[in-house]
């Protein structure tokens, strides 16, 4: 199966600063997928990245704030900017493995200040 | 797109006892439905999933149920341990590089 790293596996921000968050597949894929999992909550969808086109963002979450790039077929990040408190979640990316399942990244637990 | 509700939030249980938790999803396109362990401060860990040309799938003592007429799925765990204790999430997807959709989760306490 398809093995992801990511990082910063956590960091510490100040308010109103920006974090880009990797995640580097070990195969290619087509899609990644980036979560967010608040404190205590479940795992919410952000956008789904595919290399070569802007990045499809769900309701509730936008280009300006998480914005996304997907340069190649085993590589993306995601940028949380202009953070506030309210930012402080895990973030997870993931990838389809056509049919073998998903499988996610460690996560990069970000807490803002 | 895909909505996916998860019951119960909590769950304890006696040691020894089952569990079962519960999923509905709303999109009958959907057709693979993983289960995944989340031990505190770690990602989740995929334990069991089905997909929809089956109706039940087992792996020693944890097993999942669908059906797809119904558009529902459950995990059930058996003679449970204190190490089961952890979140656990039922998700769907249509696969073909389509996202999974989470359901809450449920925390499950086992009660030595």
């Known amino acids: 199966s398809a093995v992801i790293s990511q990082k910063p596996s956590r960091d510490i921000c100040q308010r109103g600063t920006s974090l880009t968050i990797q995640c580097q597949v070990d195969?290619?894929?087509?899609?990644m997928f980036w979560y967010r999992q608040q404190p205590g909550q479940s795992l919410t969808l952000i956008a789904t990245a595919n290399q070569g086109s802007e990045a499809t963002y769900e309701s509730g979450f936008v280009i300006d704030k998480f914005p996304i790039s997907r340069p190649n077929l085993t590589f993306s990040t995601l940028t949380v900017s202009n953070m506030s408190p309210e930012d402080s979640s895990i973030y997870l990316c993931s990838v389809e493995e056509g049919g073998d399942g998903y499988t996610f990244g460690s996560g990069t637990r970000l807490t803002v200040v | 797109g895909e909505n996916v509700e998860q019951h119960p939030s909590t769950l304890s249980v006696q040691e020894g006892d089952s569990a079962v938790i519960k999923c509905t999803y709303s999109?009958?396109?959907?057709?693979?439905f993983p289960w995944y362990k989340q031990e505190l401060g770690k990602r989740p860990q995929l334990i069991i999933d089905?997909?929809?040309?089956?109706g039940e799938k087992k792996d020693q003592r944890i097993a999942v149920t669908l059906n797809k007429t119904a558009k529902h799925f459950s995990l059930h765990i058996t003679e449970t341990q204190p190490e089961d204790s952890a979140v656990y999430f039922c998700?769907?997807?249509?696969?073909?590089?389509?996202?999974?959709?989470f359901g809450k989760g449920t925390r499950l306490s086992v009660i030595a």
């Open positions: 195969s290619q894929v087509t899609m």
């Open positions: 089905i997909r929809s040309n089956v």
């Open positions: 998700a769907a997807s249509r696969s073909g590089n389509t996202p999974l959709v």
């Open positions: 999109d009958s396109a959907s057709n693979y």
